[in-house]
């Protein structure tokens, strides 16, 4: 098979990348647990922040996701990602606000896709210190 033969396969599958990176960065702002859930493939796995016991389960993910999306309010900017293989790496910020208090962070996230587009892995880098209160 030459280079070309395979670029179309890889496209495709970067593109499903870029789409699903960019559908979770807006369902954290606005989505449910279950919506941000429904990106990760069955036996999807999250671990934020790395170093924190894995969640392994759809309940368990979409009980992680929940506690933002019932946030007051909460926005999400996208500054950067990078897509290789099935691998995307991306740092955005989330604005979170609760009980008159805001607070921001700046993960960067690791994301393994099958070949589907569905999230296999997603692990966060971010320490407790990197949270600021507004």
């Known amino acids: ?18 789409v699903a990176v960019d559908a979770y960065v807006e369902l954290v702002a606005s989505g ?5 859930a429904d990106l990760f493939a069955a036996d999807g796995t999250v671990e934020d922040p790395i170093g924190t016991p894995v969640r392994t389960t759809r309940d368990e993910i979409v009980e992680f996701y929940n506690v933002i999306a019932n946030m007051d309010t909460r926005t999400t900017v996208l500054n950067w990602k990078k897509i290789a293989g099935d691998t995307a790496v991306f740092e955005f910020v989330l ?3 609760t009980a008159g208090m805001n607070f921001e962070i700046t993960p960067v ?3 393994v896709f099958d070949a589907e587009g569905k999230i296999t892995s997603m692990r966060a880098v971010w320490q407790p210190s990197d949270l600021k209160q507004l």
């Open 1 to 18: 098979m030459t280079v070309e033969q395979e670029s179309p396969a890889q496209d495709s599958l970067e593109d499903k990348i870029a």
């Open 95 to 97: 604005t979170t606000g």
């Open 32 to 36: 449910t647990g279950e919506q941000i």
């Open 109 to 111: 996230d690791i994301m």
